[in-house]
């Protein structure tokens, strides 16, 4: 029994210490300060684990135990890297409905700080092995074990999503992370969540944002689409000649730092920033929280049956039930590579359809598709960055195909065309490692410029204007809304109409994220 209780202080010391690990490498870019209670919670959900030696006559269990403990560990440094948030119930929803891209996590393993966790699990069996089997002891694993759960007798947060997700495991332990997400999990199928009342400041604000006409009908003919993870600094001659070529004729309208407000970058949230200028719930995938809502979209008010124009599956972030929302009765799934994808949104223009959505996900990392791309790169470069200037550069071969349309099609000519990215995706160190090398190599790249670029055709825009300024995702709504005849409706979205230089802020960003996460929770627009 002495042995048993040698084995269990080494576990629960080992994992304890696991947990401190975890924080200081998931949590470094924080400003989270531990607390005394934070401490509290860590040790009892190492308590609880090392329980499981009084319980497993064969202590060789325990290898498993933390071989399973570290996967989890990893598993969620790997997905901070790459979505900026732990692993929650949004992570396991979408489990399996990625069609071969969840290899591209590969691209953020650490193997220095990843394998460290399995390192330590080799150094605690070296310690232990000597054990022999021993028989069970049920009083102190049950004592243990309960002892162990006794943090979360305290905790009395009944939700996760709705407020900082990282945070709240920061504050307690990322092992009990799924006790969490079991409960968050089952409030987010049901479609609903914790509600934050509005106040009568929000409702003020809102007197400015939405008033006007309930419903107007559109003067030109719309198409809208968003191009997987772009970011402006990849809109050069070189990497993308066919896009930058469009961004400098006439009628078109270009915006190369527009900064991307999507959380943990769903790009179905993407989707409903553009498409309803309502910006993303403050934690979580707005697509998979809030798909009962009702949205202001144009789409919605188009005399014809507008169509969403998918390169996967429908079930990919919620799309079946998202399309409708925002405004698309029909939803054609087709192909993820770009140039038969945009051959076939071709031939919708050419059948007469005039309200598309098209969508692509090749430039997703891994950035697979950069195999269709002869564009030559240092051989010296690393592999995140020449596949992602490579994929970039094959998006544009076929990108190539409509925008040649745009440029001679004398009935494409009199659509508006909005193309913007949906969100960046790279993480900070990725892009500063690729920074420091087109610095080195002297080439003309910004990576850590980390903005979108905006483009906009439209026969009501004069020559070609440029806004250099900084400007948000929440404007591109605002922009196009008024080049389609819909400046009177009463939904005005919170940013500005970067076409009017004279156009004000009536909302910060911050206040603008407060708010619309009221409305969503409130279903605001169902009134």
């Known amino acids: 029994m002495k042995k048993n209780w040698i084995v269990f202080g080494l576990f629960a010391a080992m994992v304890f210490g696991k947990t401190l690990l975890f924080d200081h490498f998931a949590f470094r870019e924080w400003s989270f300060e531990p607390t005394w209670l934070s401490m509290v919670f860590k040790l009892g959900a190492a308590v609880f684990f090392a329980s499981f030696t009084f319980l497993?006559?064969?202590?060789?269990?325990?290898?498993?135990?933390?071989?399973?403990?570290?996967?989890?560990?990893?598993?969620?440094?790997?997905?901070?890297?790459?979505?900026?948030?732990?692993?929650?119930?949004?992570?396991?929803?979408?489990?399996?409905?990625?069609?071969?891209?969840?290899?591209?996590?590969?691209?953020?393993?650490?193997?220095?700080?990843?394998?460290?966790?399995?390192?330590?699990?080799?150094?605690?069996?070296?310690?232990?092995?000597?054990?022999?089997?021993?028989?069970?002891?049920?009083?102190?694993?049950l004592?243990?074990?309960?002892?162990?759960?006794?943090?979360?007798?305290?905790?009395?947060?009944?939700?996760?999503?709705?407020?900082?997700?990282?945070?709240?495991?920061?504050?307690?332990?990322?092992?009990?992370?799924?006790?969490?997400?079991?409960?968050?999990?089952?409030?987010?199928?049901?479609?609903?969540?914790?509600?934050?009342?509005?106040?009568?400041?929000?409702?003020?604000?809102?007197?400015r944002l939405d008033s006007g006409k309930d419903s107007v009908q559109l003067d030109s003919p719309l198409i809208i689409v968003l191009l997987e993870?772009?970011?402006?600094?990849?809109?050069?001659?070189?990497?993308?000649?066919?896009?930058?070529?469009?961004?400098n004729n006439d009628h078109v309208f270009y915006a190369n730092r527009i900064h991307t407000q999507i959380v943990g970058a769903p790009s179905a949230d993407g989707q409903m920033l553009v498409n309803t200028g309502l910006l993303p719930i403050t934690a979580g995938g707005t697509c998979?929280?809030?798909?009962?809502?009702?949205?202001?979209?144009?789409?919605?008010?188009?005399?014809e049956t507008p169509i969403c124009l998918l390169p996967h599956?429908?079930?990919?972030?919620?799309?079946?039930?998202?399309?409708?929302?925002?405004?698309?009765?029909?939803?054609?799934?087709?192909?993820?590579?770009?140039?038969?994808?945009?051959?076939?949104?071709?031939?919708?223009?050419?059948?007469?359809?005039?309200y598309i959505q098209c969508i692509t996900q090749s430039t997703h990392a891994p950035f697979v598709n950069e195999k269709y791309s002869d564009l030559p790169l240092p051989q010296s470069m690393s592999w995140v960055m020449h596949h992602f200037i490579r994929g970039?550069?094959?998006?544009?071969?076929?990108?190539?195909?409509?925008?040649?349309?745009?440029?001679?099609?004398?009935?494409?000519?009199?659509?508006?065309?909005?193309?913007?990215?949906d969100h960046r995706i790279l993480h900070y160190e990725k892009r500063r490692q690729m920074q420091r090398y087109a610095d080195k190599h002297l080439m003309e790249l910004t990576p850590m410029d980390d903005c979108l670029p905006l483009i906009i055709y439209s026969p009501k825009i004069s020559g070609n204007p440029r806004y250099t300024k900084d400007a948000y995702q929440m404007d591109i709504y605002p922009t196009y809304r008024s080049l389609v005849g819909a400046s009177d409706y009463r939904w005005k979205g919170f940013g500005i109409n970067l076409l009017d230089e004279?156009?004000?802020?009536?909302?910060?960003?911050?206040?603008?994220?407060?708010l619309s996460d009221k409305l969503l929770r409130n279903n605001y627009f169902a009134r």
């Open 392 to 421: 970039f550069n094959a998006l544009d071969d076929g990108l190539g195909v409509f925008i040649r349309k745009i440029e001679t099609d004398t009935v494409l000519q009199n659509y508006t065309i909005v193309i913007t990215g």
């Open 502 to 514: 004279t156009q004000k802020r009536v909302i910060s960003e911050d206040d603008a994220y407060a």
């Open 313 to 354: 599956d429908t079930c990919v972030w919620n799309q079946t039930k998202m399309s409708p929302a925002y405004g698309y009765d029909s939803t054609i799934c087709y192909s993820d590579i770009d140039t038969i994808l945009f051959r076939k949104l071709d031939s919708l223009v050419d059948e007469g359809h005039h």
């Open 229 to 247: 993870s772009l970011e402006n600094w990849v809109v050069t001659p070189e990497i993308m000649p066919n896009l930058y070529r469009l961004t």
């Open 143 to 207: 004592s243990c074990c309960v002892l162990g759960l006794l943090p979360l007798v305290y905790e009395r947060r009944t939700h996760v999503y709705g407020q900082n997700f990282p945070q709240t495991v920061a504050s307690t332990s990322i092992l009990y992370a799924p006790y969490y997400i079991v409960a968050d999990y089952r409030l987010m199928i049901n479609g609903i969540q914790p509600v934050r009342p509005m106040t009568e400041e929000d409702f003020s604000m809102m007197e």
């Open 288 to 303: 998979l929280h809030y798909w009962r809502d009702n949205y202001p979209a144009i789409m919605k008010l188009t005399p």
């Open 56 to 141: 497993l006559r064969d202590k060789r269990w325990l290898i498993l135990l933390s071989v399973v403990l570290d996967t989890w560990f990893i598993a969620n440094l790997v997905y901070m890297r790459n979505n900026h948030i732990l692993l929650d119930g949004e992570a396991f929803n979408m489990a399996g409905n990625l069609h071969g891209y969840f290899w591209s996590v590969l691209i953020y393993i650490e193997w220095g700080i990843d394998l460290l966790f399995y390192g330590l699990t080799a150094l605690f069996c070296l310690i232990f092995l000597y054990t022999k089997k021993s028989e069970r002891s049920w009083a102190a694993w």
